[in-house]
């Protein structure tokens, strides 16, 4: 069972940032496709960032492309989400998640992944 525990949430100003943490339990990391998504109260969960097996390809949603980055580090079974210029929508709890569909480049489907962490909290007041 792959296991995926999020970290680095918290409350920051506008205009502020923060680096989420993803650790992913499992012995073939490298065979997932990553992505974050968050869910704010009373509205569904939104696709945020995904991030291919090895090479590097990122997606992100409109509402953050420029200001977000995803990445990963194989080695260490970790994926990473920085994020810049926050806003108070960005307010929402954010989950990690691990696609193991094969022949998948990149997805911000959430029906697609597998695995999903518990979330970590974050607050950006204004």
């Known amino acids: 069972q792959v296991q995926l525990v999020e970290s680095g949430g918290g409350l920051v100003q506008a205009g502020g940032s923060l680096r989420l943490s993803c650790t992913v339990s499992?012995?073939?990391?490298?065979?997932?496709?990553m992505g974050w998504f968050r869910q704010a109260p009373g509205k569904e969960r939104e696709f945020v960032a995904c991030?291919?097996?090895?090479?590097?390809?990122?997606d992100y949603a409109g509402s953050v492309k420029g200001r977000f980055t995803i990445s990963r580090h194989n080695a260490k079974n970790m994926v990473y989400l920085e994020m810049n210029s926050l806003k108070p929508e960005d307010t929402a709890v954010y989950y990690c998640?691990?696609?193991?569909?094969?022949?998948?480049?990149?997805?911000?489907?959430?029906?697609?992944?597998?695995?999903w962490g518990r979330g970590t909290q974050v607050t950006v007041s204004s």
């Open positions: 499992t012995r073939t990391f490298g065979a997932y496709v």
């Open positions: 991030i291919s097996r090895t090479d590097g390809v990122t």
């Open positions: 998640a691990a696609d193991s569909t094969i022949g998948t480049l990149l997805t911000s489907d959430p029906n697609d992944y597998d695995f």
